[in-house]
């Protein structure tokens, strides 16, 4: 029964939109009925492992929390950490439930197709679907806008070149239309970190260092624009290093730094360490020990080695609309680090 609403959920979340409720407010919507349907769904199935993980999700509940202490208990934080919560109830009936994580594979890639193919309609004029917002002045398929929608298909390309290698071709050219580098990045990220001959990648190499060349100008604007709020975000979070701005309360802030940005500071990593204040650091440095050691070649596992790389640079955990497949990934690699390590226990 999990299985069934995994899949289902996994086609849905990135494809479903209500022309009359606000975007970001409808991808909050998402996640919420996601988290009571998988729920629910757990009543009619019996689990398939142990949960792991405990530790990682007490301290960040735990941080969350401090947070919004040092904060008078925020409104804004505590409606943050609640949808922390529901996100942690999702990732928790994944790990202990899902029977057939390669059968979810595809689904992901369904959903990519149909966003795909409702970005070229949108490239042609017509877009039934999403109302041309303020926010969403180039197009991006029902995710939104181009920037959300190259971080989307960023995130989920490794599904589809496990799928079929043409893929590596025919995502090629979005980015060159869109002029959103991210999928090129990924692309490359992906390639390098494959079993192609060493010629081979230089060749590859060399055909990205070119194509990002038509984005130096965009490229230079933007990380010139990065630098500057980086350097007022941390002024500002320096004059209280513990509790931070507060935990997901940086978007309604925007008078503590002199910035024109509407949701994020163009880096979820730092968003969230200046947000949680210096008690993340340890959670953000454990976490990524145990990703890398536990790294392998799978395609859940090469596509959150792209979300760490968006992470950097850019805000994937600020979309709400990604976070459904963003658990549902992460959810299935720490079920392969499960399975692996049973395998190693009967060998």
Not at 74 to 83: G, P, S
Not at 159 to 175: C, E, H, Q, T
Request: glycine share 6%.
């Amino acid at each position: 029964m999990v299985d069934k609403v995994i899949k289902a959920i996994l086609l849905l979340s990135p494809i479903v939109y209500i022309r009359s409720v606000a975007m970001n407010n409808f991808d909050l919507v998402i996640l919420h009925i996601s988290a009571m349907v998988l729920f629910v769904a757990t009543f009619f199935d019996k689990p398939k492992r142990d949960f792991v993980g405990q530790k990682y999700i007490v301290y960040l509940l735990g941080i969350g929390l401090f947070s919004a202490a040092m904060h008078g208990f925020n409104l804004f934080i505590m409606d943050y950490l609640v949808n922390v919560f529901l996100a942690v109830v999702c990732l928790y009936v994944v790990i202990r439930y899902c029977r057939d994580i390669e059968g979810c594979f595809k689904f992901i890639v369904y959903a990519g197709i149909i966003n795909i193919l409702v970005w070229v309609v949108q490239v042609m004029g017509f877009s039934p679907v999403i109302p041309n917002y303020k926010y969403m002045e180039t197009n991006g398929g029902i995710i939104g806008n181009a920037p959300r929608l190259s971080m989307y298909l960023s995130i989920i390309s490794p599904f589809f070149i496990a799928m079929n290698k043409i893929w590596w071709v025919l995502l090629i050219p979005i980015p060159l239309i869109m002029r959103e580098a991210n999928i090129l990045m990924a692309l490359l990220l992906l390639f390098l970190l494959s079993d192609f001959r060493l010629n081979y990648k230089l060749w590859v190499i060399a055909f990205f260092a070119g194509a990002m060349f038509l984005f130096h100008d965009k490229l230079i604007n933007s990380i010139a624009s990065r630098i500057t709020t980086y350097k007022e975000v941390l002024t500002g979070f320096f004059n209280h290093p513990v509790s931070g701005y507060g935990l997901g309360i940086y978007p309604y802030g925007q008078e503590m730094v002199n910035t024109k940005i509407d949701y994020a500071v163009y880096s979820s990593l730092l968003q969230f360490i200046v947000g949680a204040g210096m008690l993340s650091i340890p959670l953000v440095y454990e976490t990524i020990k145990r990703y890398i050691k536990n790294f392998s070649r799978f395609p859940e596992s090469l596509s959150l080695a792209i979300l760490l790389m968006l992470c950097i640079g850019e805000y994937p955990l600020e979309i709400k609309r990604l976070w459904i497949t963003i658990i549902m990934i992460t959810g299935f690699f720490v079920i392969r680090r499960i399975d692996v390590a049973k395998q190693n226990c009967n060998s």
